[in-house]
């Protein structure tokens, strides 16, 4: 390891990068303050739902990473199970907050809760959740539960810290367990809610698997610049192989793969269906600009990276595989837009107002930035006493034993 160590490029001089998080969050607020002083409370309402969206999305997808390495007991993710689980907790209370917004400009941004469900059979099918109320009580479900789940995990994994008891490992697998199950149905009733309803005419099975793909698809893009800024910096070097990159790599090209399919799944479905009731959807987006915004995003959220990450040796070359994942934010929040603008914008999303969306992804990016950064200094930086930590510092049994055991048999 001190030889993999060595070879690693001289620390990042991060100093002048402290201040970027109160930064961003000026800058956006005072974009945000902007918008809402010279725009309707619609556009507004718009722009301040994609930046929740993009963040909350992608503290699922850390939370699906946490889950899955207590599930599977694997070694290599163990460098990064720590980071992850600070992502996952901004859930609650941090998202909770930057959701009040959402829910009191609701009646802007959702359509159905201007309408009677005593004229609207479709809005009458889905009461009491599609009302006001049931909106707020919903919504504040997901975030209960999202709060005791990451809680938990959370306290058990600084608990095994301190003592390294069975127990701790016992309880963050007893939580993955059921986590998982309530994780998928959380994941898809929040985005049925929260995004899928802006056209709440519109139906469709599997857009939660579609939102799951996309949650997992940033989080695994912002894990690795993570991961490659911390092994630069020799916070992790001890527990993060070169090959534990090349993992992370795989995966990421996986879910590109799988995010693509369930996105042209969906639309192949509908469109051979053709019902009405469910191509309008589609039939909006492949007019006026929407028709240029999706070309952007089958080749930029598919074909670009899917080529890119092809060869092997690409996954574990930090310098491509970084600007990749700064392309994934980019092409996510393309994306989010294109499954949430044209519910109002039905010609395109106006470029005079571009400015709206990224001042609210800055501000939200900076808070919730501010708070990991503060999560991240408060614990040690990777579970020290992790049953696997051996396994993924590359330590074999015979080798651990020959140190603990010196001269005694094997």
């Keep these: 390891m001190s030889h993999e160590t060595s070879q690693l490029p001289p620390p990042l001089d991060l100093s002048g990068w402290r201040k970027l998080p109160t930064v961003l969050m000026v800058v956006g607020a005072v974009f945000c ?55 996952a907790s901004l859930l609650f209370p941090w998202l909770a907050i930057l959701f009040l917004p959402v829910g009191l400009l609701g009646k802007f941004i959702y359509s159905w809760m201007k309408i ?17 109320a049931g909106f707020w009580v919903t919504s504040g479900i997901f975030f209960a539960i999202w709060w005791l789940l990451t809680s938990r995990l959370t306290f058990w ?11 701790c490992t016992h309880k963050m697998r007893f939580y993955s367990g059921w986590g998982i199950v309530v994780f998928a149905l959380t994941l898809t009733f929040s985005a049925v809610l929260w995004v899928k309803a802006l056209q709440y005419q519109w139906f469709s099975a599997i857009y939660g698997v579609y939102f799951f793909g996309s949650s997992a698809w940033i989080a695994l893009a912002t894990t690795y610049i993570i991961a490659v800024v911390l092994q630069r910096q020799r916070i992790l070097s001890g527990v993060l ?10 995966l990421f090209f996986a879910f590109t793969v799988f995010q693509a399919y369930i996105e042209f799944a969906q639309y192949f479905v509908v469109w ?13 987006r492949e007019h006026a600009r929407w028709w240029s915004w999706s070309m952007i995003l089958i080749f930029g959220h598919f074909f670009v990276p899917f080529f890119i990450l092809l060869p092997a040796k690409i996954k574990t070359n930090f310098k491509v595989m970084v600007a990749v994942c700064i392309w994934a934010w980019f092409m996510h929040a393309l994306d989010l837009g294109f499954n ?3 519910a109002y914008y039905d010609h395109g999303y106006p470029l005079r ?3 709206l969306p990224l001042g609210c992804l800055l501000f939200m990016g900076g808070f919730l930035a501010a708070v990991f950064l503060k999560k991240f200094n408060a614990s040690p930086a990777y579970p020290l006493r992790d049953p696997r930590l051996h396994e993924a510092m590359g330590i074999r049994e015979y080798e651990l034993n020959d140190a603990t055991n010196p001269g005694g048999a094997r």
Excluded at 36 to 63: H, I, K, N, P
Excluded at 68 to 78: E, K, M, N, R
Excluded at 241 to 250: D, H, L
């Design 33 to 87: 303050l902007l918008g809402g002083l010279f725009t309707t409370r619609t556009d507004f309402g718009y722009a301040w739902l994609l930046a929740f969206v993009f963040y909350y999305s992608l503290a699922l997808g850390a939370l699906f990473l946490v889950l899955i390495h207590h599930l599977t007991d694997a070694g290599w993710s163990v460098g990064i199970r720590r980071f992850n689980e600070h992502i």
């Design 116 to 132: 009677d469900p005593k004229v609207n059979n479709l809005v009458a099918a889905k009461f009491p959740v599609f009302t006001t």
């Design 157 to 167: 994994s600084q608990k095994q810290d301190q003592t390294g008891e069975a127990i």
């Design 241 to 250: 192989q070169e090959n534990y990159f090349y993992f992370i790599g795989v």
């Design 272 to 284: 051979n269906a053709n019902m009405p009731q469910e191509t309008f959807y589609y039939i909006i």
């Design 340 to 342: 949430m603008f044209p």
């Design 353 to 355: 107002l571009l400015w």
